[in-house]
Protein backbone atom coordinates (compact mmCIF):
# COMPACT_ATOMS: atom_id res chain seq x y z
CA UNK A 1 0.00 0.00 0.00
CA UNK A 2 2.57 2.62 0.92
CA UNK A 3 4.56 1.69 -2.49
CA UNK A 4 1.65 2.19 -4.25
CA UNK A 5 0.69 5.78 -2.66
CA UNK A 6 4.71 6.27 -3.20
CA UNK A 7 4.70 5.87 -7.17
CA UNK A 8 1.12 7.47 -7.55
CA UNK A 9 2.52 10.70 -5.87
CA UNK A 10 5.75 10.16 -7.92
CA UNK A 11 3.63 10.19 -10.95
CA UNK A 12 1.86 13.14 -10.14
CA UNK A 13 4.60 15.44 -9.20
CA UNK A 14 6.89 14.26 -11.90
CA UNK A 15 3.79 14.86 -14.69
CA UNK A 16 3.22 18.26 -13.51
CA UNK A 17 4.68 20.90 -16.37
CA UNK A 18 7.30 23.09 -15.31
CA UNK A 19 7.01 26.97 -16.62
CA UNK A 20 10.61 28.39 -16.89
CA UNK A 21 10.32 32.33 -16.58
CA UNK A 22 11.96 34.25 -19.12
CA UNK A 23 15.09 35.73 -17.81
CA UNK A 24 16.92 38.98 -18.34
CA UNK A 25 19.66 36.59 -20.31
CA UNK A 26 16.90 35.27 -22.54
CA UNK A 27 15.31 39.35 -22.66
CA UNK A 28 18.81 40.67 -23.41
CA UNK A 29 18.11 38.78 -27.10
CA UNK A 30 14.89 40.39 -27.61
CA UNK A 31 13.66 43.46 -29.76
CA UNK A 32 10.44 44.72 -28.22
CA UNK A 33 7.08 46.39 -30.52
CA UNK A 34 5.63 48.74 -27.89
CA UNK A 35 1.73 48.91 -28.11
CA UNK A 36 -1.24 51.06 -26.59
CA UNK A 37 -4.43 48.18 -26.77
CA UNK A 38 -6.77 50.90 -27.51
CA UNK A 39 -4.75 52.12 -30.53
CA UNK A 40 -3.54 49.44 -32.87
CA UNK A 41 -6.18 47.63 -34.44
CA UNK A 42 -9.88 47.79 -34.55
CA UNK A 43 -12.49 44.86 -34.20
CA UNK A 44 -14.20 43.96 -37.35
CA UNK A 45 -17.41 46.42 -37.76
CA UNK A 46 -15.81 49.18 -35.65
CA UNK A 47 -15.71 52.55 -37.47
CA UNK A 48 -12.30 53.42 -38.39
CA UNK A 49 -12.84 57.21 -38.73
CA UNK A 50 -13.46 58.00 -35.18
CA UNK A 51 -10.75 57.92 -33.25
CA UNK A 52 -9.10 61.79 -33.11
CA UNK A 53 -6.21 61.62 -30.89
CA UNK A 54 -7.49 65.31 -29.31
CA UNK A 55 -11.01 63.34 -28.13
CA UNK A 56 -8.84 61.77 -25.84
CA UNK A 57 -11.21 58.93 -25.52
CA UNK A 58 -11.84 54.90 -26.03
CA UNK A 59 -11.17 54.07 -30.18
CA UNK A 60 -12.18 50.71 -29.65
CA UNK A 61 -8.97 48.57 -29.64
CA UNK A 62 -8.80 45.37 -27.94
CA UNK A 63 -6.61 41.76 -26.74
CA UNK A 64 -8.17 40.06 -29.89
CA UNK A 65 -7.51 42.71 -32.25
CA UNK A 66 -3.72 42.57 -31.22
CA UNK A 67 -4.00 39.13 -31.69
CA UNK A 68 -5.45 38.88 -34.93
CA UNK A 69 -3.24 41.68 -36.26
CA UNK A 70 0.19 40.20 -35.09
CA UNK A 71 1.58 38.59 -38.28
CA UNK A 72 2.14 42.82 -39.09
CA UNK A 73 4.88 42.46 -36.03
CA UNK A 74 6.20 39.26 -36.24
CA UNK A 75 6.69 39.83 -39.66
CA UNK A 76 9.03 43.20 -38.86
CA UNK A 77 11.00 40.59 -36.50
CA UNK A 78 10.41 41.36 -33.45
CA UNK A 79 10.36 38.84 -31.07
CA UNK A 80 8.35 40.67 -28.09
CA UNK A 81 5.45 42.74 -27.65
CA UNK A 82 4.70 44.83 -24.68
CA UNK A 83 1.11 46.25 -24.25
CA UNK A 84 -0.49 48.94 -22.19
CA UNK A 85 -1.69 48.09 -18.78
CA UNK A 86 -4.27 45.66 -18.56
CA UNK A 87 -5.93 46.38 -14.92
CA UNK A 88 -9.31 48.01 -14.42
CA UNK A 89 -9.09 52.06 -14.38
CA UNK A 90 -11.47 54.39 -13.37
CA UNK A 91 -14.76 54.07 -14.99
CA UNK A 92 -16.96 57.76 -15.09
CA UNK A 93 -17.84 60.74 -16.85
CA UNK A 94 -15.06 61.90 -18.80
CA UNK A 95 -12.26 64.04 -17.15
CA UNK A 96 -11.16 67.21 -18.15
CA UNK A 97 -8.46 65.11 -19.62
CA UNK A 98 -10.54 62.69 -21.39
CA UNK A 99 -11.14 58.79 -20.51
CA UNK A 100 -8.47 56.24 -19.41
CA UNK A 101 -8.14 54.87 -23.04
CA UNK A 102 -4.46 55.11 -22.41
CA UNK A 103 -4.63 52.01 -19.23
CA UNK A 104 -2.77 54.42 -16.77
CA UNK A 105 -5.89 55.35 -14.79
CA UNK A 106 -5.77 52.54 -12.43
CA UNK A 107 -8.71 51.98 -9.83
CA UNK A 108 -8.59 48.01 -9.00
CA UNK A 109 -5.17 46.13 -10.04
CA UNK A 110 -6.98 42.96 -9.23
CA UNK A 111 -9.27 43.36 -11.85
CA UNK A 112 -9.09 43.41 -15.50
CA UNK A 113 -9.98 46.21 -17.92
CA UNK A 114 -13.22 45.38 -19.57
CA UNK A 115 -12.50 47.55 -22.17
CA UNK A 116 -10.25 45.73 -23.78
CA UNK A 117 -11.28 42.02 -23.76
CA UNK A 118 -12.06 39.06 -20.83
CA UNK A 119 -9.72 37.05 -19.35
CA UNK A 120 -9.83 34.76 -22.05
CA UNK A 121 -9.16 36.92 -24.71
CA UNK A 122 -5.79 37.85 -23.02
CA UNK A 123 -4.49 34.66 -22.22
CA UNK A 124 -5.57 33.73 -25.87
CA UNK A 125 -3.60 36.80 -26.70
CA UNK A 126 -0.13 35.43 -24.79
CA UNK A 127 -0.80 31.91 -25.85
CA UNK A 128 -0.90 33.35 -29.70
CA UNK A 129 2.84 34.87 -28.85
CA UNK A 130 4.03 32.34 -27.32
CA UNK A 131 2.87 29.89 -30.58
CA UNK A 132 4.96 31.96 -32.24
CA UNK A 133 7.96 32.24 -30.07
CA UNK A 134 7.66 35.68 -29.20
CA UNK A 135 7.43 37.13 -25.44
CA UNK A 136 4.66 38.44 -23.81
CA UNK A 137 5.74 41.90 -21.55
CA UNK A 138 2.97 44.07 -19.80
CA UNK A 139 3.59 47.43 -18.25
CA UNK A 140 1.63 47.56 -15.03
CA UNK A 141 1.13 50.36 -12.40
CA UNK A 142 1.97 50.36 -8.53
CA UNK A 143 2.83 53.60 -7.79
CA UNK A 144 -0.73 55.38 -7.76
CA UNK A 145 -4.35 54.99 -8.29
CA UNK A 146 -6.55 57.53 -10.51
CA UNK A 147 -8.68 60.21 -8.80
CA UNK A 148 -10.74 63.38 -9.06
CA UNK A 149 -10.23 64.97 -6.00
CA UNK A 150 -7.17 65.15 -3.62
CA UNK A 151 -10.42 62.94 -1.35
CA UNK A 152 -11.14 60.18 -2.98
CA UNK A 153 -13.66 57.70 -2.32
CA UNK A 154 -11.10 54.42 -1.52
CA UNK A 155 -13.95 51.93 -1.34
CA UNK A 156 -13.25 51.72 -5.54
CA UNK A 157 -9.58 50.73 -5.28
CA UNK A 158 -7.68 47.62 -4.81
CA UNK A 159 -6.09 49.45 -1.08
CA UNK A 160 -9.41 50.55 0.87
CA UNK A 161 -7.90 51.80 4.20
CA UNK A 162 -6.43 55.73 4.10
CA UNK A 163 -3.30 53.94 6.03
CA UNK A 164 -2.37 52.32 2.56
CA UNK A 165 -1.70 56.15 0.59
CA UNK A 166 0.38 58.65 1.15
CA UNK A 167 -1.31 62.36 1.87
CA UNK A 168 -1.76 64.65 -0.23
CA UNK A 169 1.42 67.08 -1.07
CA UNK A 170 2.72 68.65 -4.30
CA UNK A 171 5.78 67.14 -5.63
CA UNK A 172 9.26 68.99 -4.86
CA UNK A 173 11.56 67.69 -7.96
CA UNK A 174 14.31 68.59 -5.72
CA UNK A 175 13.97 66.19 -3.28
CA UNK A 176 13.45 62.52 -3.42
CA UNK A 177 11.48 61.66 -1.00
CA UNK A 178 8.91 63.94 -2.12
CA UNK A 179 8.94 62.27 -5.69
CA UNK A 180 8.27 59.26 -3.99
CA UNK A 181 5.74 59.75 -1.57
CA UNK A 182 3.47 62.74 -2.79
CA UNK A 183 1.00 62.67 -5.78
CA UNK A 184 1.91 62.72 -9.29
CA UNK A 185 -1.24 64.46 -11.41
CA UNK A 186 -2.19 67.93 -10.66
CA UNK A 187 -5.73 68.95 -8.81
CA UNK A 188 -8.02 68.17 -11.95
CA UNK A 189 -6.59 64.27 -12.04
CA UNK A 190 -4.64 63.74 -9.01
CA UNK A 191 -3.34 60.72 -8.84
CA UNK A 192 -3.28 59.11 -5.35
CA UNK A 193 0.28 57.99 -3.90
CA UNK A 194 0.06 54.36 -2.60
CA UNK A 195 2.13 53.90 0.46
CA UNK A 196 4.23 51.03 -1.10
CA UNK A 197 6.44 50.99 2.31
CA UNK A 198 3.34 49.24 4.49
CA UNK A 199 4.04 46.16 4.67
CA UNK A 200 0.20 44.87 3.74
CA UNK A 201 0.65 47.13 0.62
CA UNK A 202 3.97 44.76 -0.32
CA UNK A 203 2.32 41.56 0.48
CA UNK A 204 -0.90 42.48 -1.28
CA UNK A 205 0.78 43.71 -4.55
CA UNK A 206 3.02 40.30 -4.01
CA UNK A 207 0.58 38.31 -4.50
CA UNK A 208 -1.12 40.37 -7.29
CA UNK A 209 2.01 40.32 -9.57
CA UNK A 210 2.69 36.48 -8.84
CA UNK A 211 -1.27 35.69 -10.02
CA UNK A 212 -0.99 37.95 -12.98
CA UNK A 213 2.30 36.45 -13.91
CA UNK A 214 0.84 33.24 -13.53
CA UNK A 215 -2.73 33.31 -14.91
CA UNK A 216 -1.47 34.95 -18.10
CA UNK A 217 1.81 33.34 -18.99
CA UNK A 218 3.38 36.78 -18.46
CA UNK A 219 7.50 36.74 -19.76
CA UNK A 220 8.06 40.38 -18.63
CA UNK A 221 7.07 43.44 -16.82
CA UNK A 222 7.38 46.77 -17.62
CA UNK A 223 6.85 49.14 -14.47
CA UNK A 224 5.75 52.54 -14.90
CA UNK A 225 6.84 55.52 -12.70
CA UNK A 226 9.37 53.43 -11.16
CA UNK A 227 11.44 56.08 -9.40
CA UNK A 228 7.96 57.38 -7.65
CA UNK A 229 8.73 54.31 -5.51
CA UNK A 230 10.78 53.36 -3.00
CA UNK A 231 13.66 51.65 -4.38
CA UNK A 232 13.52 48.65 -1.77
CA UNK A 233 10.16 48.08 -3.00
CA UNK A 234 11.25 46.64 -6.35
CA UNK A 235 13.64 43.83 -5.14
CA UNK A 236 10.59 42.29 -3.47
CA UNK A 237 8.02 42.82 -6.18
CA UNK A 238 9.78 41.59 -8.93
CA UNK A 239 11.16 38.37 -6.77
CA UNK A 240 7.35 37.33 -6.55
CA UNK A 241 6.95 38.25 -9.93
CA UNK A 242 9.42 35.82 -10.89
CA UNK A 243 10.02 37.51 -14.65
CA UNK A 244 12.32 40.36 -16.00
CA UNK A 245 11.65 43.74 -14.67
CA UNK A 246 11.70 46.99 -17.04
CA UNK A 247 11.28 50.28 -15.30
CA UNK A 248 10.33 54.06 -16.31
CA UNK A 249 12.82 56.57 -14.75
CA UNK A 250 12.33 59.70 -16.42
CA UNK A 251 14.73 61.78 -16.69
CA UNK A 252 18.30 62.25 -18.21
CA UNK A 253 20.51 62.09 -15.24
CA UNK A 254 22.15 59.25 -15.41
CA UNK A 255 23.74 58.94 -12.00
CA UNK A 256 20.20 58.79 -11.04
CA UNK A 257 18.78 56.43 -13.82
CA UNK A 258 21.51 54.34 -12.73
CA UNK A 259 20.67 53.86 -8.81
CA UNK A 260 17.34 51.47 -10.72
CA UNK A 261 19.54 48.61 -12.17
CA UNK A 262 20.49 46.27 -10.34
CA UNK A 263 20.34 43.28 -7.21
CA UNK A 264 18.54 45.90 -5.10
CA UNK A 265 16.37 47.60 -7.41
CA UNK A 266 14.98 46.25 -11.06
CA UNK A 267 16.84 44.32 -14.08
CA UNK A 268 17.07 47.03 -16.19
CA UNK A 269 15.26 50.32 -16.77
CA UNK A 270 14.30 52.13 -20.29
CA UNK A 271 17.83 54.67 -21.23
CA UNK A 272 16.45 57.99 -21.23
CA UNK A 273 19.81 59.49 -20.49
CA UNK A 274 20.74 57.46 -23.66
CA UNK A 275 17.47 59.61 -25.26
CA UNK A 276 18.13 62.76 -24.24
CA UNK A 277 21.52 61.89 -25.81
CA UNK A 278 20.51 60.56 -29.36
CA UNK A 279 18.53 63.86 -29.38
CA UNK A 280 20.92 66.52 -28.86
CA UNK A 281 22.71 64.21 -31.53
CA UNK A 282 20.87 63.89 -34.14
CA UNK A 283 18.10 65.53 -34.73
CA UNK A 284 17.46 68.50 -37.68
CA UNK A 285 17.35 71.50 -36.63
CA UNK A 286 19.31 70.36 -33.15
CA UNK A 287 22.69 70.97 -31.61
CA UNK A 288 24.19 68.07 -33.29
CA UNK A 289 26.24 66.99 -30.39
CA UNK A 290 27.62 63.77 -30.99
CA UNK A 291 30.43 63.73 -28.48
CA UNK A 292 27.22 63.69 -25.95
CA UNK A 293 26.59 60.23 -27.61
CA UNK A 294 30.01 59.08 -27.10
CA UNK A 295 30.04 60.59 -23.78
CA UNK A 296 26.83 58.67 -22.45
CA UNK A 297 28.28 55.24 -23.98
CA UNK A 298 31.57 56.00 -21.56
CA UNK A 299 29.07 56.64 -18.82
CA UNK A 300 27.09 53.92 -18.90
CA UNK A 301 29.42 51.71 -18.95
CA UNK A 302 30.73 52.68 -16.03
CA UNK A 303 27.61 53.47 -13.96
CA UNK A 304 25.13 50.80 -15.23
CA UNK A 305 25.05 47.44 -13.99
CA UNK A 306 24.56 45.86 -17.39
CA UNK A 307 24.00 48.16 -20.47
CA UNK A 308 23.25 45.66 -22.32
CA UNK A 309 19.83 45.15 -20.88
CA UNK A 310 19.39 48.75 -21.17
CA UNK A 311 15.84 49.49 -23.06
CA UNK A 312 16.84 51.51 -26.11
CA UNK A 313 13.80 53.98 -27.51
CA UNK A 314 13.28 57.15 -29.60
CA UNK A 315 9.67 57.27 -29.25
CA UNK A 316 6.68 56.41 -26.54
CA UNK A 317 3.61 57.39 -25.33
CA UNK A 318 5.16 60.23 -22.56
CA UNK A 319 7.38 61.82 -25.50
CA UNK A 320 6.74 64.13 -28.91
CA UNK A 321 7.51 61.35 -32.12
CA UNK A 322 10.42 61.58 -33.56
CA UNK A 323 9.22 63.19 -36.77
CA UNK A 324 7.75 65.76 -34.66
CA UNK A 325 11.40 66.95 -33.25
CA UNK A 326 13.26 66.05 -36.53
CA UNK A 327 12.45 67.56 -39.83
CA UNK A 328 14.38 64.97 -41.72
CA UNK A 329 13.85 61.11 -42.53
CA UNK A 330 17.91 60.45 -42.36
CA UNK A 331 18.23 61.12 -38.46
CA UNK A 332 15.29 58.32 -37.45
CA UNK A 333 16.88 55.77 -39.70
CA UNK A 334 20.56 56.58 -37.72
CA UNK A 335 19.10 56.90 -34.57
CA UNK A 336 16.78 53.74 -35.41
CA UNK A 337 20.64 52.01 -36.25
CA UNK A 338 22.27 53.02 -32.87
CA UNK A 339 19.29 51.87 -30.52
CA UNK A 340 19.21 48.27 -32.82
CA UNK A 341 22.89 47.92 -33.23
CA UNK A 342 24.69 48.78 -29.43
CA UNK A 343 23.88 47.43 -26.43
CA UNK A 344 20.50 47.26 -25.13
CA UNK A 345 17.29 46.01 -26.10
CA UNK A 346 15.85 47.76 -29.08
CA UNK A 347 11.95 49.35 -28.50
CA UNK A 348 10.15 50.40 -31.31
CA UNK A 349 6.52 52.09 -30.34
CA UNK A 350 3.88 51.71 -32.71
CA UNK A 351 3.35 54.01 -35.44
CA UNK A 352 7.50 55.15 -35.69
CA UNK A 353 7.73 53.06 -38.89
CA UNK A 354 4.28 54.47 -40.13
CA UNK A 355 5.78 58.26 -39.44
CA UNK A 356 3.86 59.11 -37.02
CA UNK A 357 4.26 63.19 -36.17
CA UNK A 358 2.22 64.00 -32.83
CA UNK A 359 3.40 65.88 -30.20
CA UNK A 360 3.08 65.34 -26.39
CA UNK A 361 -0.11 63.38 -24.78
CA UNK A 362 -2.48 63.05 -26.31
CA UNK A 363 -1.48 63.19 -29.85
CA UNK A 364 1.46 61.19 -29.81
CA UNK A 365 -1.16 57.97 -29.32
CA UNK A 366 -2.52 58.25 -32.66
CA UNK A 367 -4.59 55.07 -33.79
CA UNK A 368 -2.82 52.86 -36.08
CA UNK A 369 -5.31 51.81 -38.31
CA UNK A 370 -5.28 54.74 -41.38
CA UNK A 371 -1.37 54.00 -42.03
CA UNK A 372 -2.88 50.68 -43.19
CA UNK A 373 0.09 48.64 -41.67
CA UNK A 374 2.06 49.83 -45.00
CA UNK A 375 5.71 48.45 -45.84
CA UNK A 376 7.07 51.94 -45.72
CA UNK A 377 10.98 52.40 -45.81
CA UNK A 378 10.76 52.39 -41.78
CA UNK A 379 8.84 49.36 -41.84
CA UNK A 380 11.48 48.07 -44.40
CA UNK A 381 14.27 48.93 -42.60
CA UNK A 382 13.72 48.23 -38.53
CA UNK A 383 12.63 44.83 -40.00
CA UNK A 384 15.87 43.83 -42.01
CA UNK A 385 17.76 45.85 -38.52
CA UNK A 386 15.65 42.77 -36.38
CA UNK A 387 16.74 40.19 -38.86
CA UNK A 388 19.91 41.07 -38.75
CA UNK A 389 20.33 41.44 -35.13
CA UNK A 390 18.19 38.22 -34.31
CA UNK A 391 20.88 36.19 -36.43
CA UNK A 392 23.65 37.72 -34.54
CA UNK A 393 22.01 36.66 -31.10
CA UNK A 394 21.13 33.37 -32.73
CA UNK A 395 24.52 32.45 -33.13
CA UNK A 396 27.17 34.96 -31.68
CA UNK A 397 28.10 36.01 -28.27
CA UNK A 398 27.13 39.54 -30.02
CA UNK A 399 24.21 40.46 -27.76
CA UNK A 400 26.56 39.82 -24.34
CA UNK A 401 29.72 41.75 -26.00
CA UNK A 402 30.00 45.11 -25.19
CA UNK A 403 30.02 47.88 -27.52
CA UNK A 404 33.25 50.31 -28.10
CA UNK A 405 33.32 53.34 -29.74
CA UNK A 406 35.39 53.65 -33.12
CA UNK A 407 35.04 57.61 -33.86
CA UNK A 408 32.95 60.30 -32.95
CA UNK A 409 33.05 63.20 -35.18
CA UNK A 410 30.85 66.62 -35.56
CA UNK A 411 29.24 64.32 -38.44
CA UNK A 412 28.65 60.94 -36.72
CA UNK A 413 29.63 58.75 -34.56
CA UNK A 414 31.13 54.88 -35.46
CA UNK A 415 30.76 52.06 -33.27
CA UNK A 416 31.99 48.35 -32.85
CA UNK A 417 29.73 45.64 -31.10
CA UNK A 418 31.42 41.96 -31.55
CA UNK A 419 32.08 41.79 -35.28
CA UNK A 420 29.33 44.87 -36.53
CA UNK A 421 30.64 48.04 -37.60
CA UNK A 422 27.95 50.82 -37.27
CA UNK A 423 28.73 53.88 -38.74
CA UNK A 424 25.81 57.10 -38.06
CA UNK A 425 25.48 60.20 -39.36
CA UNK A 426 23.79 63.40 -38.24
CA UNK A 427 23.63 65.31 -41.60
CA UNK A 428 20.74 64.63 -43.08
CA UNK A 429 19.63 63.83 -46.28
CA UNK A 430 21.16 66.50 -48.65
CA UNK A 431 24.26 64.63 -50.49
CA UNK A 432 27.46 66.89 -48.39
CA UNK A 433 30.90 66.55 -49.80
CA UNK A 434 32.36 64.63 -46.35
CA UNK A 435 33.38 62.06 -44.83
CA UNK A 436 33.88 60.08 -41.54
CA UNK A 437 37.13 58.20 -41.73
CA UNK A 438 36.67 55.13 -39.20
CA UNK A 439 39.46 52.80 -37.70
CA UNK A 440 38.48 49.29 -37.17
CA UNK A 441 40.42 46.27 -36.04
CA UNK A 442 40.07 44.55 -39.44
CA UNK A 443 43.04 43.41 -41.54
CA UNK A 444 43.40 45.47 -44.61
CA UNK A 445 41.46 44.06 -47.73
CA UNK A 446 38.89 42.32 -45.37
CA UNK A 447 35.69 41.75 -47.27
CA UNK A 448 32.50 43.34 -45.65
CA UNK A 449 28.72 44.03 -46.35
CA UNK A 450 26.54 46.71 -45.84
CA UNK A 451 23.95 44.58 -44.76
CA UNK A 452 21.64 47.81 -45.66
CA UNK A 453 22.37 47.82 -48.73
CA UNK A 454 24.23 44.96 -49.57
CA UNK A 455 27.16 46.71 -50.61
CA UNK A 456 30.56 45.47 -50.75
CA UNK A 457 32.86 47.24 -48.35
CA UNK A 458 37.02 46.27 -48.71
CA UNK A 459 38.68 47.38 -45.64
CA UNK A 460 41.64 49.92 -46.37
CA UNK A 461 45.04 50.09 -45.47
CA UNK A 462 45.31 50.05 -41.37
CA UNK A 463 41.87 49.05 -40.74
CA UNK A 464 40.34 52.21 -42.13
CA UNK A 465 37.26 52.43 -43.63
CA UNK A 466 36.12 55.78 -45.23
CA UNK A 467 32.58 56.56 -45.01
CA UNK A 468 31.18 59.15 -48.21
CA UNK A 469 28.26 61.08 -47.87
CA UNK A 470 27.53 62.14 -51.55
CA UNK A 471 24.50 60.34 -51.96
CA UNK A 472 23.20 61.98 -48.30
CA UNK A 473 23.57 60.70 -44.72
CA UNK A 474 22.72 57.45 -44.60
CA UNK A 475 23.46 55.13 -41.42
CA UNK A 476 25.82 52.17 -42.61
CA UNK A 477 26.06 48.83 -40.79
CA UNK A 478 29.37 46.39 -41.83
CA UNK A 479 29.70 42.98 -40.88
CA UNK A 480 32.01 40.45 -42.23
CA UNK A 481 31.12 39.24 -45.99
CA UNK A 482 32.40 35.34 -45.19
CA UNK A 483 29.98 35.69 -41.41
CA UNK A 484 26.90 36.29 -43.21
CA UNK A 485 26.08 32.56 -44.08
CA UNK A 486 22.72 31.51 -43.19
CA UNK A 487 21.64 35.17 -42.00
CA UNK A 488 18.97 35.54 -45.28
CA UNK A 489 20.70 38.20 -46.07
CA UNK A 490 22.23 39.96 -48.85
CA UNK A 491 21.56 36.48 -50.96
CA UNK A 492 22.58 33.87 -48.29
CA UNK A 493 20.17 31.56 -47.41
CA UNK A 494 18.78 30.78 -44.05
CA UNK A 495 15.72 31.65 -42.18
CA UNK A 496 13.28 34.77 -43.56
CA UNK A 497 11.76 35.78 -40.24
CA UNK A 498 13.94 37.10 -37.23
CA UNK A 499 11.71 34.82 -34.93
CA UNK A 500 11.52 31.39 -35.90
CA UNK A 501 14.46 30.08 -34.15
CA UNK A 502 13.01 31.68 -30.84
CA UNK A 503 11.87 29.28 -28.29
CA UNK A 504 9.29 31.33 -25.92
CA UNK A 505 10.26 30.81 -21.99
CA UNK A 506 6.35 30.19 -21.51
CA UNK A 507 4.52 27.61 -22.12
CA UNK A 508 1.36 27.94 -24.89
CA UNK A 509 -0.91 26.92 -21.98
CA UNK A 510 -1.87 27.81 -18.24
CA UNK A 511 -0.79 26.00 -15.60
CA UNK A 512 0.66 26.55 -11.96
CA UNK A 513 4.12 28.09 -12.07
CA UNK A 514 6.38 25.19 -9.91
CA UNK A 515 9.72 25.54 -8.98
CA UNK A 516 12.01 22.68 -9.89
CA UNK A 517 13.95 23.07 -7.13
CA UNK A 518 10.67 23.06 -4.44
CA UNK A 519 9.24 19.98 -6.47
CA UNK A 520 12.44 17.92 -5.97
CA UNK A 521 12.83 18.99 -2.50
CA UNK A 522 9.30 18.09 -1.95
CA UNK A 523 9.75 14.85 -3.73
CA UNK A 524 12.91 14.18 -1.74
CA UNK A 525 11.42 14.87 1.04
CA UNK A 526 8.21 12.31 0.77
CA UNK A 527 11.16 9.71 0.08
CA UNK A 528 12.73 9.90 3.08
CA UNK A 529 9.49 8.91 5.01
CA UNK A 530 9.92 5.40 3.03
CA UNK A 531 14.14 5.18 3.56
Request: net charge negative; proline share 7%.
Amino acid sequence: MIHATFFSVALVVFSLPFVYSATPDQWRGRSIYQVIIDRYALPEGADPNQCAPGDRTWCGGTWNSLRQNLDYIQNAGFTAVWISPVSQNYEGPPTPYGDPYHGYWIADATKLNSHFGTSDDLKDLSDELHRRGMYLMVDVVVNDVMATSTTPDLSTYMFKDESQYHPYCVIDWSNTTSEEQCWLGDTVVPLADINTEDPTVVSAFGDWIQSLVQDYNIDGLRIDAAKHVNIDFWPVFCAKAGVFCIGEVFGSDIDDASLFQGPNSLDSILNYPMYSALVGAFTIPGPQNTSAVSDMIAQSAAKFKDPTLLGNFIENQDIPRWTNISVDPQTLYNAMVFNFMTDGIPIVYYGQEQGFSGNSDPYNREAMWPSKYANTTTYQLMSTLNQFRNFLVNNTQWATTPMQVLTTSPYGIATLKGDVVSIMTNIGSPPQNISIPVYTPYRASTALTNILTCQQWPVGSNGTIDAQYSLGGVPIVLYPTNLLQNSSLCGNSGSTTGSTKYTSGALPVHHPVLSLSVVLSSFLGFLSCFL
